[in-house]
């Protein structure tokens, strides 16, 4: 359970979101403005903000860059903004995540629990664990078995980010928008590159994955493999 500021100005909407994160076991706050939302975040800090850019006395760029200059509280945003431009600027503004109106709530919450996972009660990058995988953002170190894993910085993101969202496909444009900042649909040969790369250092390859599964035309999903040996 977690307690969630919800920054939507459409009333249906924001009743629905309400009903289905409450059913979810979340305790939901409302708001239909930038200015309630950043007095929320200052009066009784949630534990994750859902921000709709599309607000009527704010942009909602304005309120995810006020936000961050006032609390380190995550951000998920819903937005129909799908332009490169626009998802690049809100993730270099501060955003955690993003959702792509129109959206389902159980999408929502599986945005809300993967950003969730990567905080500890603090609010501080907690370790990563998927089966004997561990990686810990504090000193940017990897490991497999117990055997430390030598990554590269951007092979430390990648497998970051696929690691908080065990179990969901991620699409290479969310790879490339997220861990390279890309514009979407640009080359991804490097993608590819590094999958390879790490799949080498994971103990795998692409015809007999572990970790690292490839849903041809799809993305890329990390599952817990079963017990058994790396063949490292």
């Known amino acids: 359970m977690a307690e969630l500021l919800l920054v939507e100005d459409d009333a249906e909407i924001r009743r629905t979101l309400i009903r289905a994160l409450t059913q979810m076991g979340h305790v939901v ?3 239909a403005a930038g200015a309630a939302a950043l007095r929320k975040v200052i009066e009784c800090p ?3 903000v859902v921000l709709d850019l599309g607000l009527p ?6 309120v995810l860059e006020t936000l961050r200059s006032i609390s380190q509280v995550p951000v998920v945003v819903a937005t129909a903004r799908t332009g490169e431009q626009n998802i690049i600027r809100l ?3 501060g955003a955690d995540d993003y959702v792509i109106k129109p959206f389902g709530p159980a999408q929502l919450e599986a945005r809300i629990q993967a950003v969730l996972r990567r905080l ?3 609010g501080a990058a907690a370790p990563l664990v998927v089966g004997g995988l561990r990686l810990d953002h504090a000193t940017r ?9 030598a990554l590269t910085p ?4 990648l497998l970051s980010y696929l690691a908080a969202r065990p179990g969901t496909v991620v699409s290479r444009r969310e790879l490339l928008t997220h861990v390279w900042r890309q514009p979407l ?4 040969e490097t993608l590819d590159v590094h999958l390879s790369w790490l799949r080498r250092k994971l103990g795998e390859n692409a015809r007999n994955p572990r970790y690292l599964h490839t849903i041809r035309g799809v993305g890329v999903k990390m599952v817990a493999p079963a017990a058994g040996p790396t063949g490292r």
């Open 29 to 31: 706050t409302a708001v």
């Open 46 to 48: 949630p534990d994750l």
């Open 57 to 62: 006395d704010m942009d909602g760029y304005q």
């Open 91 to 93: 993730l270099d503004c």
């Open 120 to 122: 500890d009660q603090s």
């Open 141 to 149: 170190e990897a490991s497999l078995d117990g055997a430390r894993l």
């Open 154 to 157: 951007r092979e430390f993101d």
């Open 185 to 188: 649909g640009g080359p991804d």
